[in-house]
């Protein structure tokens, strides 16, 4: 089962190697991955260069901005299986071959979600993420967890999607699968720990700097999947949602306390 992966880079050297290691010495026998950079001055380019043997396409040229840089990846891609990285993330060893075999075993599933982790600048943990409840209601009412880095998704539902909005400059990973499963794509999880999300001072997550952007974008996702404005009727389900994982929360550590005084 062939998996195209892309890697968006801009700028990211100091952590570009380590994303391009890790999915590359996954030792999966049918990869295709193609690296896409619209004009790095750090050195990134001359990395990506170095590594021109191991990969089936560069894409050197501008672009309107990271979903358009992507769009243009994946008209490149002919791989049943799609994923993309950021050059600051990291896939964990042996994660093709989780999904390739899941893939394999759930012929109706269409996005498959997996496990992973939020890592700082340095690599270490911060904390798991184990990915759940992804369906169109509780992604807009943040009622759910998922980690872009360990989701895996056939051509098909990409193909017959619109694409990454190139519009949208700071979900549109978010915005690209709420679509995918608003057509009627199937989620399946994958009961493993598969990529790291880094959270670094110059991330989009990590500096906050475009939350107001963050929020209008968000706004007219919803209007796009409703077709009307939120009010207190969304308000109430989000309430509910987030109550139920400050439950989930909650009763999780309380399970860890537990263990520590009976150990």
């Given at each position: ?36 950079d ?28 990271a ?20 050059a ?48 169109v ?64 001072d ?62």
């Amino acid at each position: 089962m062939k998996i195209s992966i892309v890697t968006l880079s801009l700028n990211q050297q100091n952590y570009l190697k380590d994303a391009l290691d890790s999915v590359l010495q996954q030792g999966y026998p049918e990869l295709e991955y193609i690296v896409v950079d619209p004009g790095s001055t750090d050195g990134s380019r001359e990395l990506i260069q170095s590594y021109a043997n191991q990969l089936s396409h560069m894409i050197f040229e501008r672009d309107r901005g990271a979903a358009d840089g992507l769009n243009k990846g994946f008209a490149r891609a002919t791989g049943e299986i799609f994923a993309f990285l950021n050059a600051d993330d990291i896939l964990l060893p042996g994660s093709l071959q989780r999904v390739a075999d899941f893939f394999e075993q759930h012929s109706d599933c269409d996005v498959a979600m997996g496990n992973g982790f939020v890592i700082d600048g340095e690599g270490r943990v911060q904390r798991h993420v184990r990915a759940r409840s992804f369906t169109v209601r509780r992604y807009v009412c943040g009622g759910t967890n998922w980690l872009q880095q360990s989701t895996f998704f056939r051509s098909r539902a990409f193909l017959n999607s619109p694409g990454f909005n190139v519009e949208n400059r700071t979900c549109w990973d978010g915005e690209l699968f709420v679509k995918m499963v608003h057509q009627g794509a199937k989620v399946g999880y994958i009961a493993a720990d598969l990529a790291g999300f880094r959270i670094h001072d110059s991330s989009i997550s990590g500096s906050g700097r475009l939350q107001q952007q963050y929020e209008q974008d968000s706004s007219r996702i919803f209007r796009d999947l409703f077709g009307r404005e939120w009010d207190i009727r969304d308000d109430v389900q989000r309430f509910f949602y987030r109550s139920e994982g400050l439950l989930r929360h909650m009763r999780t550590w309380m399970q860890k306390i537990t263990k520590r005084e009976f150990a």
